[in-house]
């Protein structure tokens, strides 16, 4: 799109520049323009490459997408670790676009990348992505990137013994205001904060979400050693309720209990989760957010994916890399009430709906 829209300005300066002259080329002549993207998460067994091929026809742009597909097919894509480990992509065919009648051509291919178990992607790993054509020694379109490590919620934290067989979920009062703390670095230069309740209303499983927050990369509304975002009063509680009313149920429940034994036997009902985005990504994120717009109607184009020199392509997308980790809480009785939690009764005067 900004190839074209750069067309498009040139088009408007030869208009101005020549003004006697009624002939404006606006095509530019053709080109090889490749998109990739891919976004590493280390909690997923399973990776996925796009790989797709831009397009200037001289008809409608708009007609020519929704009525071809665009993504590559039959290349070779890899994936390598500074240690030398390689992953071969699966190539898989007519994947069905959500939503299936948008402006685009209804399916895609994708290359699917296997890392469970001891495939997992690892901490502070660098991957090196290549994607190459069979019979064509001259195309390779390559990028890199590090997966952060994943982050260590601080506070607020299950309390366990040495051994984790005994730990204690903390009773948080999310109707105050309260913090949620984390360690900075990892190789993340931002890091984004969710949080979920997973309940029932009549009896249907739900959840009620907050976030994702945007990029976090200094403590928000709060001192700590690393990273944190403090929650106002009622923040929480006014996100969950308005979601939860719009079910208009007569009964709300979730697993509150037991608050202390092994970890794994703990509810997770209420859990914050934090995600450490690596550093392209980051600035990704930042370049496309539209905070930072300006007068300049042809944004930033960031990319990290490199094309061979000395041919003549262009190639844009972005090979990032993320990694999550969870935190779960109990509510206090003043929250359970004020969300119609469990029949709790209202715990003191000033705990009012």
């Not at 509150?256 to 690596?278: H, K, N, R």
């Amino acid at each position: 799109m900004k190839y074209i829209q750069q067309l498009f300005y040139s088009a408007l300066f030869l208009v101005t520049l020549f003004g006697c002259s009624t002939e404006v080329p606006i095509n530019a002549e053709p080109k090889d323009i490749w998109a990739v993207f891919s976004i590493l998460d280390q909690n997923e067994d399973v990776q996925y490459i796009r790989v797709s091929r831009g397009f200037l026809p001289e008809s409608n742009a708009l007609d020519y997408a929704r009525e071809n597909d665009l993504s590559a097919k039959g290349l070779l894509v890899t994936l390598t670790s500074a240690t030398g480990k390689t992953y071969q992509a699966i190539e898989i065919d007519s994947i069905p676009k959500t939503p299936a009648d948008g402006t685009f051509f209804p399916f895609t291919t994708l290359y699917k990348i296997e890392t469970a178990g001891d495939d997992a992607l690892e901490d502070e790993m660098r991957y090196d992505l290549s994607v190459t054509m069979p019979g064509d020694d001259a195309f390779e379109l390559t990028a890199h990137t590090t997966v952060p490590r994943r982050p260590r919620l601080g506070d607020p934290v299950t309390i366990c013994n040495l051994n984790n067989s005994n730990c204690c979920l903390r009773k948080v009062s999310i109707e105050k205001t309260f913090t949620v703390e984390w360690p900075n670095g990892g190789g993340a230069l931002g890091f984004e904060l969710r949080a979920f309740l997973a309940y029932t209303a009549d009896g249907v499983a739900d959840t009620a979400w907050y976030g994702p927050t945007q990029l976090i990369t200094t403590p928000r509304g709060c001192k700590g050693q690393g990273l944190c975002h403090r929650f106002r009063e009622d923040e929480l509680i006014e996100i969950f309720g308005t979601q939860m009313e719009a079910s208009m149920a007569n009964n709300y429940t979730y697993i509150d209990t037991p608050s202390c034994g092994f970890f794994v036997d703990l509810p997770t009902a209420m859990a914050f989760e934090v995600t450490a985005v690596d550093t392209v990504l980051s600035e990704y994120i930042q370049v496309n957010d539209p905070k930072f717009a300006d007068f300049n109607t042809v944004s930033p184009e960031y990319t990290n994916i490199q094309t061979p020199d000395g041919i003549d392509m262009e190639a844009f997308g972005i090979l990032g890399a993320i990694s999550k980790n969870i935190g779960y809480i109990r509510l206090g009785e003043c929250a359970e009430y004020r969300l119609r939690l469990n029949n709790t009764p209202q715990p003191f005067p000033n705990c009012i709906r």
